[in-house]
C-alpha cells in the first residue's frame, strides 16, 4: 500500500473524488486502484474563497507488482510504502514482582504508565487521591451548579481518574515527536475513541466521550491483575539506603504504608500539598516558567466566519479553531492555549476559597460560544523569590484573591475586552453571554493581576485582532483567572528517568514538569513504566 501526501481535495468530496485524486498522483488508471482511504485530514483555509481538505491517502494498487515498481519511484516528498503499524516494545515479566510497582495519580501519565505495567505483568498498584470518573462528575456538576457550598477538594476538576484533562475538549495533538504517541492514538480508540482521532491532524476526544475511555482502561488494568484505590492521597515517601521502601498514603480508613520499589510519580502540575511535602523532604525542586492569564470567550459564528469566510456554515468543517501567537517589545510571550471550540469555561479549583478557570469542550463541539486561554508568560525572575515553590505561591495568590473578587462564592471575576483595552471595569455585558458556571462578576482584571500581566494582554489583543478579525472585539468576555495551564515546578531526574534524590522514584508527567497536554504527558507516561519494567528485569 502506498501512502501519497499533500492531496488537495474539495469540502464535498466522495469516494470517486479520492480514487481519481490517487490516480492522477500516481499517473495511473483510476481502475487501477483496489482501494483508497484517507490516512490523514486537515484543513486548508489559507484561502478564504477556496477552502478545501488536505489529505494523506493509503492507495493500494490491484497489481502488487506495479505498486512495489510505482512506489519505488516516487519522491519521499509525494509519498512511499505505508509502514505497518508497531506498537511500542517493552519488558515482558515472567511474573509479577514480589514488590509491586506503584503509581502515584491517574492523569493520562499515571493512567498510561499503570496500563503498560499491567500489560508487562507487573501488577501495579494505583493510589489516586481523587474518585472515580462517575463520582467525580457528580461532584464537579454540583460545584459548577451551587458554587463554593459544593467544593469538593478531593474530588474536582484538578483530581480525579483521568486528570484535569478528563474535563476538557480531550485535544491529543502535540508537538512530540515521539513515536509513541501514535501508540497513545490507538489505544485511545481501541478503549472507546473515536476513530477519527487517528486521522484528523487536530485530534480531540471530547470531555463526554474521554470519561467513558478512562473507565475501559481502569478496568482493563484490573482485568490485568492491577489494583486501583481512589480517595488514596500520598502523604510520605520511605526511603531506605537512598531508594524508596514504602509510599505512605491516607483514604477513609485512615493511614496505611505500602511497601514499594518502584514508584512512578504522576500526581498532575497541581498536587500542591505533595509539592510542599517534597519541599520539607528535602527533594530537590527547580522553579518553572509558566504562563498566567484569563479565558476569552467568544461567538463560535464569529470564529468561524474569520477562519472560513463564506464557507463558514459547511457541514463538512464543523466549529473552527485557532491558535495564536506573539512576542511583545517587551520580550513577553503572549499566545492562545487549549482553545476549546463550541464548549464552555468551567470552574476548575483545586482549593478551598479559590477560583480557577479551564476551557471544555464535547465531541460535538456545539455550543454556542469558542473559548481559548489568553496567556502572558511568566518566567522565575516574576515570582519575587529564590524558594522551589515560589510559582506555585504566585498561583495561589491570583487565584484567592480572584475568590474574593467574585463575592466569596466560586463566581469568577471578568471584564470585556474592549474595556480591559480602554482600562476602564465592565458593568455590563455585551453581545457574548459568558458560559461559566456558577457565574460571573463583572470587573476591572488589573485588580487582579501582577501588572506585567494586564499590561501585556491589554497590548496583545489588538494585535491578535489583525491575526484574526475579531478576536478583539470589545464584547469578547475574558473570565478570569487562567492558572493552570502547566506546572510551576520541576522534580529532576536522570536520563534512567529516576529522581536525583532518592532511587526507584520516577517523577512523570506534567506535574513533575515532562509534559505538557494529554498526549505528551502519556508518552511520559509509557517512558517511565518502560524505565521500571526494565529496572524490573534486572
Known amino acids: 500500500m502506498i501512502r501519497i501526501h499533500n492531496i488537495k481535495i474539495p469540502l464535498d468530496y466522495s469516494q470517486k473524488t479520492l480514487v481519481a485524486a490517487a490516480a492522477k498522483k500516481l499517473s495511473v488508471a483510476p481502475a487501477q486502484i483496489l482501494s483508497c482511504e484517507i490516512a490523514k485530514k486537515s484543513v486548508d483555509a489559507r484561502k478564504k474563497n477556496d477552502v478545501c481538505f488536505v489529505v494523506s491517502l493509503d492507495t493500494q494498487l490491484k497489481n502488487a507488482a506495479e505498486e512495489k515498481r ?7 516528498s509525494i509519498g512511499g510504502i505505508v509502514t505497518p503499524y508497531a506498537p ?41 487521591r481523587g474518585q472515580d470518573v462517575d463520582t467525580r462528575t457528580r461532584n464537579v456538576h454540583a460545584y459548577w451548579e451551587n458554587g463554593k457550598r459544593a467544593f469538593n477538594p478531593r474530588s474536582n476538576v484538578q483530581f480525579g481518574e483521568g486528570g484535569a484533562g478528563t474535563f476538557s475538549d480531550g485535544k491529543l495533538n502535540t508537538g512530540t515527536k515521539d513515536p509513541r504517541g501514535e501508540h497513545i ?5 481501541r478503549f472507546g475513541a473515536p ?18 475511555v478512562v473507565k475501559s482502561m481502569r ?33 477513609d480508613q485512615g493511614e ?6 518502584h514508584v512512578i510519580l504522576a500526581i498532575g502540575h497541581s498536587a500542591r500539598d505533595t509539592f510542599t511535602m517534597l519541599h520539607e523532604s528535602r527533594f530537590s525542586l527547580e522553579q518553572k516558567p509558566f504562563s498566567i492569564g484569563a479565558r476569552i470567550e467568544h461567538p463560535q459564528q464569529l470564529i468561524n466566519r474569520a477562519q472560513y469566510g ?19 517589545e517587551s520580550g513577553r510571550s503572549v499566545y492562545t492555549f487549549c482553545m476549546c471550540p463550541g464548549g464552555s469555561v468551567v470552574a476548575s479549583a483545586s482549593e478551598p476559597d479559590s477560583v480557577v478557570t479551564n476551557g471544555m469542550s464535547c465531541f460535538a463541539r456545539d455550543l454556542q460560544n469558542a473559548n481559548s486561554a489568553l496567556l502572558v508568560g511568566v518566567e522565575p525572575a516574576d515570582f519575587g523569590s529564590d524558594h522551589p515553590l515560589a510559582g506555585m505561591f504566585l498561583q495561589r495568590e491570583i487565584e484567592q484573591k480572584a475568590f474574593a473578587m467574585g463575592g466569596c462564592t466560586g463566581h469568577a471575576p471578568a471584564q470585556l475586552a474592549g474595556d480591559l483595552i480602554a482600562r476602564r471595569a465592565s458593568t455590563a455585558l455585551g453581545s457574548v453571554v459568558p458560559s461559566y458556571r456558577p457565574g460571573i462578576v463583572l470587573c476591572d482584571l488589573s485588580a487582579l493581576f501582577p501588572g506585567f500581566i494586564i499590561d501585556s494582554m491589554r497590548e496583545a489583543l489588538p494585535l491578535l485582532g489583525r491575526k484574526l478579525r475579531g478576536f478583539d472585539h470589545p464584547d469578547a468576555v475574558l473570565t478570569a483567572p487562567e492558572t493552570r495551564s502547566s506546572s510551576p515546578v520541576r522534580i529532576p531526574r536522570g536520563a534512567d528517568f529516576m529522581s536525583v534524590d532518592l532511587l526507584g522514584l520516577y517523577p512523570c508527567g506534567e ?8 498526549t505528551s504527558a502519556a508518552v511520559d507516561g509509557v517512558r517511565c513504566a518502560e524505565a521500571v519494567l526494565s529496572a524490573l528485569a534486572e
Do not use: W
Not at 256 to 261: D, F, I, R, V
Not at 511 to 518: C, E, F, M, P, Q
Open 256 to 261: 496505611h504504608e505500602l511497601p514499594a520499589n
Open 219 to 251: 478496568e482493563e488494568i484490573i482485568r490485568l491483575g492491577g489494583e486501583v484505590h481512589f480517595g488514596a492521597r500520598m502523604t510520605n515517601l520511605i526511603r531506605k539506603n537512598d531508594a524508596v521502601s514504602a509510599v505512605v498514603y491516607e483514604d
Open 70 to 76: 510505482i512506489a519505488s519511484r516516487l519522491n519521499p
Open 310 to 328: 463564506d464557507f463558514a456554515a459547511h457541514p463538512a468543517l464543523g466549529a473552527a479553531d485557532y491558535k495564536l501567537a506573539l512576542h511583545l
Open 88 to 128: 511500542p516494545k517493552a519488558e515482558k515479566l515472567c511474573a509479577a514482582p514480589s514488590v509491586r510497582p506503584v503509581v502515584i495519580g491517574f492523569g493520562p501519565a499515571g493512567l498510561f504508565a499503570a496500563l503498560t505495567l499491567a500489560q508487562a505483568g507487573a501488577c501495579p498498584i494505583i493510589l489516586e
Open 511 to 518: 506535574g513533575a514538569g515532562y509534559a505538557g497536554g494529554i
Open 185 to 189: 492514538l490507538r489505544t485511545f480508540v
Open 195 to 212: 476513530h477519527e482521532i487517528l486521522i484528523n491532524a487536530k485530534p480531540h476526544i471530547g470531555t463526554d466521550k474521554l470519561v467513558h
